[in-house]
């Protein structure tokens, strides 16, 4: 009988069809263990087998994404020169069809987790606001991660990582890290990667390179986001920017950067490499050849419809406003991503004041550590003062606006709280939040300063 049909109580075909059908390499494992038979289908067509789940995981841009893990193996071998590395990889086609190495296996999830979380922040700021996770449709998705990986393997040849290969290598012809190297070396490495770097890009259609230019704005936005909102606190290089810096260390660091888990302490090294080797790294290469071609490195081009690209904050009106920049009920989580509640204080002087603001267990700060935000922001749209009578929980609202609602009635929600807990209340003081004399323990006690002044609505 066939070796191919001869299995005890398996279909070769069936458990094929089985198999390529896996989401990840792990449950692949996991199956092909589970029965002899199994792994004998498995053996038999391990090509066509690992290359179907390869896709299933790492998604439609696996060739850019195996290309990247190539280079960055090529690099780690010692005795392979610099030149000859960027000459394979710049030859070496995106294959479609790529036979995979265990070591390969090993290398393509955690550069493509990245991929995939950079693609979510992606979709919410350029598709649909609404939700968190990619809204990509599989054409555009494709677009992004193909640009992705392509400026993965870009920082991997020319960034960071590029000069410290090129350090420890014998082919290098002087010291990317030495304080006193010489102008003129410099300027004629700086030339020769520049014109390395372009033909690094020709070899893509002017329309990929459109989207190669749009992720790289995204990137550069996110990472100079992340500063300006307080994620990354050891960044203290004045003569650099950071969303430059993150990209000549890649996506990944991009990608942490935008989290909050850059280590910037650990990279001092880096600033005299990125002065004399690639301010502004990747844009200036990418506009050149844009410009060239009658385009831009902001054009739109990877999204073919947005959600809402014609909403304005309800509240405001105002045009300026980004559309992911926009908030409802819907998208709150990404308002406390971008607003450190923590940090929002009630009006007037009360945070001077330590009776409210310390005392268990209705304290502000007791209360705002252990009550959700999402909660309190519903609670907050429950107790709306007059002023704010037309505002709904379904309005787009900027971040300027909804930022406003939330402080302007903390202690109103905070004296809400207190009464939900059966807390007596006192009496109201006449100047409310705005008196200065609640810091004198005696009076903020005596009087409930937890209300506007007299007259106010």
């Not at 296996?105 to 979709?123: C, D, R």
């Not at 007596?424 to 810091?439: A, F, K, L, N, V």
Request: glycine residues 4%; proline residues 4%; negative net charge.
């Amino acid at each position: 009988m066939n070796a191919e049909t001869n299995s005890c109580f398996v279909n070769s075909d069936l458990t094929d069809r089985i198999l390529t059908n896996l989401p990840s390499f792990g449950t692949l494992q996991a199956t092909i263990l589970t029965s002899k038979s199994i792994h004998a289908v498995f053996c038999r067509r391990r090509k066509s087998i690992i290359r179907a789940v390869a896709y299933n995981q790492i998604g439609p841009a696996l060739p850019q994404a195996l290309r990247l893990v190539r280079c960055k193996q090529a690099q780690r071998r010692k005795k392979q020169p610099v030149t000859d590395v960027e000459e394979n990889l710049r030859t070496h086609p995106e294959l479609e069809d790529p036979d995979i190495s265990n070591r390969e296996i090993k290398a393509l999830p955690s550069k493509a987790s990245v991929v995939q979380e950079l693609e979510n922040t992606f979709s919410y700021r350029a598709k649909d606001r609404r939700f968190k996770t990619s809204q990509l449709t599989p054409v555009e998705r494709l677009r992004f991660q193909k640009a992705a990986y392509r400026i993965w393997l870009y920082s991997s040849l020319y960034g960071f990582e590029g000069c410290v290969v090129r350090r420890r290598r014998t082919d290098a012809t002087f010291d990317l890290f030495a304080e006193d190297i010489d102008a003129e070396d410099i300027a004629d490495y700086t030339e020769d990667c520049s014109l390395k770097q372009k033909k690094f890009f020709y070899q893509f259609p002017t329309p990929e390179v459109r989207e190669i230019g749009e992720v790289v704005t995204f990137m550069k936005d996110i990472a100079r986001q992340s500063e300006e909102i307080g994620l990354v606190d050891d960044f203290e290089a004045s003569n650099w920017y950071l969303e430059d810096i993150a990209l000549f260390h890649g996506p990944e660091e991009v990608y942490l950067t935008s989290m909050g888990d850059a280590d910037w302490a650990a990279c001092d090294g880096i600033y005299i490499i990125f002065e004399k080797h690639s301010s502004n790294f990747l844009a200036n290469v990418l506009s050149s050849i844009l410009t060239d071609c009658g385009d831009s490195i902001t054009t739109k081009v990877i999204v073919d419809k947005m959600v809402g690209p014609d909403d304005k904050c309800q509240a405001c009106a105002r045009d300026n406003v980004a559309s992911h920049d926009l908030f409802n009920s819907s998208n709150w989580s990404s308002f406390f991503d971008i607003v450190n509640f923590s940090e929002l204080a009630p009006l007037g002087y009360l945070t001077e004041n330590m009776f409210e603001m310390e005392s268990e267990p209705c304290g502000f700060f007791y209360l705002r550590e252990f009550a959700p935000t999402m909660i309190i922001l519903e609670e907050i749209f429950e107790l709306k003062t007059e002023a704010y009578k037309s505002w709904e929980k379904d309005d787009w609202m900027c971040t300027d606006c909804l930022t406003t609602l939330v402080t302007d009635h903390l202690h109103v929600w905070h004296l809400a709280q207190k009464r939900k807990h059966g807390l007596e209340i006192s009496e109201d003081c006449p100047d409310g939040y705005r008196c200065w004399e609640q810091s004198d323990e005696d009076h903020a006690e005596e009087y409930n300063h937890l209300c506007g002044p007299a007259g106010e609505s």
